[in-house]
């Protein structure tokens, strides 16, 4: 890659977060990459309490108080985020790592800071400081995860950090998005021997929209007589290609059922150390929401999830 990679790390503190820090280390990331740790202080700050044209002289103690409370808060995520930065330069100490902090709500201070840094992965972990995170992904993991432009990677502590080479899957439906996710794994630098599994669901979505797929090499109409079977084998073979000329070792696995189901089944089973997958595959409903699979996979799995999406051009 001729430009640096840069990675956005939305940092609180939490266990989680310092899991997903760590996680980094397995990620096939560069040697030299740019990051910007950001710690949100989900408070609201007031105006300065210093007398304007817009404010009386004499600001009242409960404006004073909130403001104070609310600066000490962003204080606070300024030191966590340092922290972090400190953490993650003993991994990445030829990264250039910067560090901010500010009042805001969490999840969209992150997207809004995403949408003009323009990151290609941010990096959150699985679940937050709120009891509320305990239900569901998380409110901030998830509000990151469905409504961020980019590519997003759940990080999750691995149960063996000493664990090489490492086990990667990938979910492949043929999708744009799923082309996306094998370039992303195809441009990192991973231990030596490390193995790609690739994993295809044939569910009722995957078969109808094959009816209207070409295999490569095809043209016309003549795809949409052509056996799932053979496309899908077809697909995989190309995808196996690429892998093995950046020296992965590649598995693949074609099983009918559930996408969710089978990708989460397989990584379990296998051990896998990351989960990659499409943001959004061949639904029509995908199209408006993250994508069934993509959100119940980052939910569900015992391991660290990258949900890709493809470079905006």
Same mark, same amino acid.
């Given at each position: 890659?001729?430009?640096?990679?840069?990675?956005?790390?939305?940092?609180?503190?939490?266990?989680?977060?310092?899991?997903? #820090?760590?996680? !980094?280390?397995?990620?096939?990331?560069?040697?030299? *990459? &740019? =990051?910007?740790?950001?710690? $949100? +202080?989900?408070?609201?700050?007031?105006?300065?309490?210093?007398?304007?044209?817009?404010?009386?002289?004499?600001?009242?103690?409960?404006?004073?108080?909130?403001?104070?409370?609310?600066?000490?808060?962003?204080?606070?995520?300024?030191?966590?985020?340092?922290?972090?930065?400190?953490?993650?330069?003993?991994?990445?100490?030829?990264?250039?790592?910067?560090?901010?902090?500010?009042?805001?709500?969490?999840?969209?201070?992150?997207?809004?800071?995403?949408?003009?840094?323009?990151?290609?992965?941010?990096?959150?972990?699985?679940?937050?400081?709120?009891?509320?995170?305990?239900?569901?992904?998380?409110?901030?993991?998830?509000?990151?995860?469905?409504?961020?432009?980019?590519?997003?990677?759940?990080?999750?502590?691995?149960?063996?950090?000493?664990?090489?080479? #490492?086990?990667? !899957?990938?979910?492949?439906?043929?999708?744009?998005? *799923? &082309? =996306?996710?094998?370039?992303? $794994? +195809?441009?990192?630098?991973?231990?030596?021997?490390?193995?790609?599994?690739?994993?295809?669901?044939?569910?009722?979505?995957?078969?109808?929209?094959?009816?209207?797929?070409?295999?490569?090499?095809?043209?016309?109409?003549?795809?949409?007589?052509?056996?799932?079977?053979?496309?899908?084998?077809?697909?995989?073979?190309?995808?196996?290609?690429?892998?093995?000329?950046?020296?992965?070792?590649?598995?693949?696995?074609?099983?009918?059922?559930?996408?969710?189901?089978?990708?989460?089944?397989?990584?379990?089973?296998?051990?896998?150390?990351?989960?990659?997958?499409?943001?959004?595959?061949?639904?029509?409903?995908?199209?408006?929401?993250?994508?069934?699979?993509?959100?119940?996979?980052?939910?569900?799995?015992?391991?660290?999830?990258?949900?890709?999406?493809?470079?905006?051009?």
């Amino acid at each position: 890659m001729s430009e640096k990679m840069k990675v956005l790390i939305a940092y609180d503190g939490s266990s989680c977060a310092n899991a997903a #820090l760590d996680d !980094l280390q397995r990620a096939g990331l560069p040697r030299v *990459a &740019e =990051a910007l740790i950001i710690s $949100v +202080a989900d408070v609201f700050l007031p105006p300065s309490s210093s007398p304007t044209p817009a404010f009386p002289a004499q600001v009242p103690a409960a404006v004073q108080r909130a403001w104070a409370q609310a600066t000490h808060a962003v204080e606070e995520a300024h030191a966590l985020a340092q922290q972090a930065r400190t953490h993650l330069l003993m991994s990445f100490p030829a990264w250039d790592v910067r560090a901010e902090a500010c009042a805001d709500s969490p999840a969209w201070a992150v997207i809004k800071k995403a949408d003009t840094w323009q990151p290609d992965v941010i990096v959150v972990g699985s679940h937050g400081r709120s009891t509320m995170s305990r239900l569901l992904l998380g409110s901030v993991s998830h509000t990151i995860l469905t409504e961020a432009h980019c590519s997003v990677r759940m990080g999750r502590g691995p149960g063996q950090t000493d664990k090489v080479p #490492l086990h990667l !899957l990938i979910g492949i439906d043929g999708s744009p998005d *799923a &082309e =996306a996710a094998v370039q992303a $794994v +195809a441009a990192r630098e991973w231990p030596v021997g490390s193995t790609v599994r690739l994993v295809t669901a044939l569910d009722a979505r995957m078969y109808t929209a094959l009816a209207f797929m070409h295999l490569p090499g095809e043209k016309g109409t003549e795809a949409r007589d052509t056996d799932a079977g053979v496309w899908v084998s077809k697909t995989v073979d190309a995808v196996a290609a690429l892998l093995r000329t950046r020296g992965l070792i590649v598995l693949s696995v074609i099983k009918e059922g559930d996408p969710k189901h089978v990708l989460l089944d397989e990584a379990e089973h296998w051990g896998a150390d990351c989960i990659f997958v499409g943001a959004r595959g061949h639904s029509r409903v995908e199209r408006f929401l993250l994508g069934s699979v993509s959100a119940a996979v980052a939910a569900r799995a015992h391991c660290s999830v990258e949900v890709v999406r493809p470079a905006m051009s």
